[in-house]
T-cell receptor, first 109, second 118 residues
Framework: RKEVEQDPGPFNVPEGATVAFNCTYSNSASQSFFWYRQDCRKEPKLLMS???SGNEDGRFTAQLNRASQYISLLIRDSKLSDSATYLCVVSIRAYKYIFGTGTRLKVLA | GAVVSQHPSWVICKSGTSVKIECRSL??????MFWYRQFPKQSLMLMAT?????????EQGVEKDKFLINHASLTLSTLTVTSAHPEDSSFYICSAHIAGGKGGDEQFFGPGTRLTVL
């Protein structure tokens, strides 16, 4: 089993749609959780950290379920510019980050 | 936000040559930098953790004699791919680690270096 698993997609959604991604992790001692966005042939950029109580940043909402060992990302009112690969990242200890393979999102006009 | 640069952004070389990639934190100091490799349609794979003033910590399966890492200052880490071969062709990305940032520990990534070995 992979340490961090994501549905690779692609998720093809129309503009304005709401889309949700899930990510599961295998190490119950994982400490920190993040969502990164990566555009084609570019470096990853931090989208948001994921806090235990859940957190929201504009159209983006992240949730953490420690009991079931998964995190989620919800994007509301999708924009064309949201098209990218979304990477789930889990830190199992200080200075140790595990990346998921990413979920591709295509927002269609 | 914190800015990390990488140089070169792309390089094409012949098999057997060595390639040096630089990673710089431009507006902050980073005692810890990471080096990742990403093959097409795959995720980032951590190669090594680079600590300023000490030896790098390599992940399992990564040859330290092939991928030489030097972190001589708080703003510069270098990765040298020695005797590169076509199978080393990949996207190499560095990141600089900041502890206790706004969102907790954070990584800031360089723009990556695309290496093609002929």
């Amino acid at each position: 089993r992979k340490e961090v698993e994501q549905d690779p997609g692609p998720f093809n959604v129309p503009e304005g749609a709401t889309v949700a991604f899930n990510c599961t992790y295998s190490n119950s001692a994982s400490q920190s959780f993040f969502w990164y966005r990566q555009d084609c042939r570019k470096e990853p950029k931090l989208l948001m950290s994921v806090y235990s109580s859940g957190n929201e940043d504009g159209r983006f909402t992240a949730q953490l379920n420690r009991a079931s060992q998964y995190i989620s990302l919800l994007i509301r009112d999708s924009k064309l510019s949201d098209s990218a690969t979304y990477l789930c990242v889990v830190s199992i200890r200080a200075y140790k980050y595990i990346f998921g393979t990413g979920t591709r999102l295509k927002v269609l006009a | 936000g914190a800015v990390v640069s990488q140089h070169p952004s792309w390089v094409i070389c012949k098999s057997g040559t060595s390639v040096k990639i630089e990673c710089r934190s431009l507006d902050f100091q980073a005692t810890t930098m990471f080096w990742y490799r990403q093959f097409p349609k795959q995720s980032l794979m951590l190669m090594a953790t680079s600590n300023e003033g000490s030896k790098a910590t390599y992940e399992q399966g990564v040859e330290k004699d092939k991928f030489l890492i030097n972190h001589a200052s708080l703003t510069l880490s270098t990765l040298t791919v020695t005797s590169a071969h076509p199978e080393d062709s990949s996207f190499y990305i560095c990141s600089a680690h900041i502890a206790g940032g706004k969102g907790g520990d954070e990584q800031f990534f360089g723009p990556g270096t695309r290496l093609t070995v002929l």
